[in-house]
């Protein structure tokens, strides 16, 4: 048995056929020859004793929408159809032409016949259709059209057959159809976030798009907590984990978060867009780690700019948040046609086990390496077998840290 929502798609995409055939700029139509080609185009439907009421309710939530009918006073309208009481015209009120002129041909769900507004290319009627289809039996069902949240793929099998269906559907819908993920109760869910805990909240998070330099952060971060958290953020889709990013350093307690990628146009570009994510809709003002980039220009491991240096971004504006001992350096890679990615930063141990100081120009400072060099020749010279450096110039300083610092002297 129909109900009232089927009667009414059919009533409006048969109205709105009808005033296609009079041309875009007419909005009127024969309410009487709307009804007749309703009733004989579902003749059997039609002769069922509820039929009249089902029509008459139709009528009445057809005009709840963008359609009005003229004489507005019920009391002037005739009978026509087995009691049944018409108006003499239906007036479309719309802001646009009525959606289902764009397919006269199909009788559009209302639900999905509001949100189609003006004409359709070929694969996105193609999916309108599909979608047309499930709405359909899931009103015929007595079912809610989506139940449940689901992600943007599991909604796209479950109405389209195609867990892809829906990739290729821009945030505000497709061209002519307003429709989101939200009208179809979806959503669509940023990859998983792996991440390395400390256990010690209080210092910087620090996050990477490069699974090497990841795991390589993760193992220093073991030995020696230097970061809370190390995040790896999935490459140059960094800034789609934003959400992500933020829900986690909420829920850790975590205040600083530090970015670390190539020292190149597109690597700058990726912590630029991050960080306006991050800051303009979570509060989160990102910064680079600079221990890391002086590391990375001191190891100056530089390789042929390629295609990573000619992305479109204007550096001194929109960077004026970055350091600027890497502008200089990116400047300086500009006119080599160089880059430095940031596998370069390789020697990490050394900042494990020294501390270096490596000024704003990208040149280390080594006066304490070459003092201890120099005190390690003279004890060779007194006792070649003796390599430790004196304990009075060391007090406090573990054999580890010694080794550490004589492996930096000797490279």
């Known amino acids: 048995m129909s109900n009232v929502t089927t009667w009414l798609f059919r009533l409006e995409s048969t109205a709105s056929k009808h005033c296609l055939s009079f041309g875009k700029a007419s909005r009127t139509v024969e309410a009487r020859a709307v009804l007749n080609e309703v009733i004989q185009a579902h003749h059997q439907e039609a002769l069922s004793h509820d039929a009249p009421s089902l029509l008459s309710q139709a009528i009445v939530q057809l005009l709840k929408g963008h359609w009005r009918a003229q004489p507005k006073n019920e009391a002037r309208w005739q009978p026509h159809w087995r009691g049944l009481r018409l108006p003499d015209h239906f007036i479309f009120e719309g802001s646009t032409t009525p959606p289902a002129s764009m397919a006269p041909d199909i009788a559009w769900h209302p639900w999905l016949a509001s949100r189609i507004t003006g004409p359709l290319t070929l694969p996105v009627r193609k999916r309108l259709q599909q979608l047309n289809t499930y709405l359909f039996h899931q009103t015929v069902s007595d079912k809610p059209l989506f139940p449940d949240t689901l992600g943007h793929r599991e909604r796209s099998l479950q109405v389209f057959g195609d867990e892809k269906a829906l990739e290729s559907m ?183 086990r020294t501390d270096h100081n490596v000024p704003e120009n990208g040149h280390g400072s080594c006066e304490l390496a070459l003092f201890c060099k120099k005190s390690l020749n003279q004890s060779k010279a007194s006792s070649p077998l003796k390599l430790r450096t004196p304990s009075a110039l060391f007090d406090n300083v573990s054999s580890q840290r010694l080794y550490g610092i004589r492996r930096v002297i000797a490279k």
């Open 170 to 352: 821009p945030s505000t819908g497709w061209r002519h159809v307003a429709l989101t993920l939200a009208d179809l109760n979806a959503v669509r869910q940023a990859p998983p976030l792996p991440y390395e805990s400390s256990g010690y909240p209080d210092r910087p998070a620090i996050i990477v798009e490069n699974s090497d330099v990841y795991y390589r952060l993760c193992h220093i971060n073991r030995v020696q907590a230097r970061w809370s958290l190390v995040i790896y953020g999935s490459g140059n889709k960094v800034s789609g984990q934003a959400e992500r990013v933020s829900q986690l350093l909420e829920a850790e307690q975590i205040t600083q978060l530090h970015y670390f990628g190539d020292l190149d146009i597109a690597g700058l570009k990726i912590a630029h867009q991050l960080r306006c994510k991050m800051l303009g809709d979570y509060g989160i003002s990102l910064q680079l780690d600079t221990q890391l980039y002086k590391r990375l220009i001191l190891n100056h491991l530089v390789t042929h700019e390629v295609n990573a240096n000619n992305e479109k971004f204007d550096i001194e504006p929109l960077c004026d948040w970055v350091p600027d001992f890497v502008i200089q350096k990116m400047k300086a890679l500009l006119t080599t046609h160089q880059r430095l990615p940031q596998e370069g930063v390789t020697s990490l141990e050394r900042l494990r």
